[in-house]
Each structure stands twice: as C-alpha cells, then as structure tokens.
C-alpha cells in the first residue's frame, strides 16, 4: 500500500523560504514520477513541480527560479525548495505520486495524492 506524509507547511512573510516535504512508503515501483501542486482558495488546483525516478524536473513558469523539486531515495523522500516566496504561493500545497518515469504537473496523470500541507505568505 502506497503511504506518503507532507509536511513543511507554514507562514512565512513575503520574500521567505519554505521547505516542503513529501516522504512516501510501500511502494515498490522502479520507476516513478511526483509532483507537487498547489490549490488557493477559491482558484483551480495547478501544478507547480515534477521529478522522476531519472531525476528529470519540470517546473510551472510561475515558479521558475524559485523553486527547487529534489529527492533522496534512500529517506524514500521529495523536496521543494520554495524560496523568495509570494502572497500569491498561499494554499494548500499537495503531494501527487504515481508509477512510471516522465514528471508532469498535469494532476489528472497522477493517482495517489496526499493530504496537504497548507502554506500561507504574507505582504
């Protein structure tokens, strides 16, 4: 059974960093892609990073330069690095995971998501 925690979720004024954590478990695909997306209230959930299992990244142009999608397969755990963080990164930002290699942030390619970490920036 595929688990996974997120954690790294707080509030931080404009122009901080976060760093969010997604630590998953009882997988036992060899390959993979995780994404990670955001939802703010009252707004459509969008993509916002990707890694696969060959460490290839995608990110959303939104976030380009400020973020930074990693993983370490020995702690079984995905990264993102926010820094420089905006009002408009608030929401709750979720962990998506799914079996094979080719990261995307298309939310409908992924079948497992997690619970949330919600992150708040503000002015």
């Known amino acids: 059974q595929v688990r996974w925690v997120e954690s790294g979720g707080g509030s931080v004024q404009a122009g901080g960093s976060l760093m969010l954590s997604c630590t998953t478990s009882?997988?036992?695909?060899?390959?993979?892609?995780v994404g990670w997306f955001r939802q703010a209230p009252g707004k459509q959930r969008e993509g916002v990073a990707a890694?696969?299992?060959?460490?290839?990244?995608v990110y959303a142009d939104s976030v380009k330069g400020r973020v930074t999608i990693s993983h370490d397969n020995a702690k079984g755990t995905v990264y993102l690095q926010m820094n420089n963080l905006q009002p408009e990164d608030t929401g709750m930002y979720y962990c998506?995971?799914?079996?094979?290699?080719?990261?995307?942030?298309?939310?409908?390619?992924?079948?497992?998501w997690g619970q949330g970490t919600l992150v708040t920036v503000s002015s």
């Open positions: 009882g997988f036992i695909w060899s390959t993979y892609s």
């Open positions: 890694i696969d299992s060959t460490d290839m990244q």
């Open positions: 998506a995971i799914d079996e094979g290699d080719l990261p995307t942030i298309k939310a409908d390619e992924y079948g497992y």
